[in-house]
């Protein structure tokens, strides 16, 4: 099995947990991985611990070769690429690479991006691509080149999006369909029969292309004068990481599970009622969210019944 695939030397960029299943299908595909590039481990939690990204993690108990670059034009770890002599480079969910890094192996490199490309280029594809209320997106593998996310398309692969799927649950079952696809796409650049399609081919200017930047602060602020459904889908696209947020008595308060009601309201948005002991709905446009799993400042994440047996709120 994969025997064309075995006799690709390959080098492995990537850092966060989407990246680990990638790494994984290619080991358990005998792939020859001649390095694993990931972030440098970083101090983080209470007792500022030093931390390993997933892809370290894995590529350790799998005994690969780990490099840790502080930079990627450091000289020092550019002539280490270069010894690695690789095919190609493949990278899942890592940081931009400059020209001498994507460049170097004969093969260029390869990226497993979130979304259906030209769609949703940049940091956040899987959470845009649910706060902009999409029923479908996909995983695609495609070529780098000097503009980020613009490179010629290997392979597509579409992905409904169900109606109250979270962030989260999509982006677990989008880093299966990746690593799968990585595979598929392997196999026929080993073989020599995969054609590029230039990302200038798939637009026109009846296409809105949708762009999908890092998320900030400002993004996960609630806007309640939106209209439910909005509001509804910034919850989703935003759970569990990192949380779109309120303010309830002046603190602030995540949301992460909610349900959606439409109909009509004297509520001015924004504005909550509750009967303190089973629900707590705040107005929109067009209705109500009703609020099912959540966080108030300095506590830990919990249903809303449980949330409503504990607090108190200010008259």
Known sequence: MHKELKDLRIIFMGTPEFAVASLDKLVKAGVNIAGVVTAPDKKAGRGMQLQQSPVKKYAADKKLNILQPEKLKDPLFLEKLRLLQADLNVVVAFRMLPEKVWNMPPGGTINVH?????????????????INGEKFTGVTTFKLKHEIDTGDILLSEKIDIGEKEDAGELHDRMKETGAELLIKTLSLIARGSLTEIPQTDLTTPAIEIRHAPKIFTATCLIDWSKPVQNVYDLIRGLSPHPGAFTYLDDKILKIYKAEKIFQSTNHTPGTFDSDKTTYLRFACLDGYIDVIELQLEGKKRIGIKEFLRGYHFKV
């Open 114 to 130: 979130g979304s259906l490309l030209p769609q949703y280029r940049g940091a956040a594809p899987i959470n845009w691509s649910i």
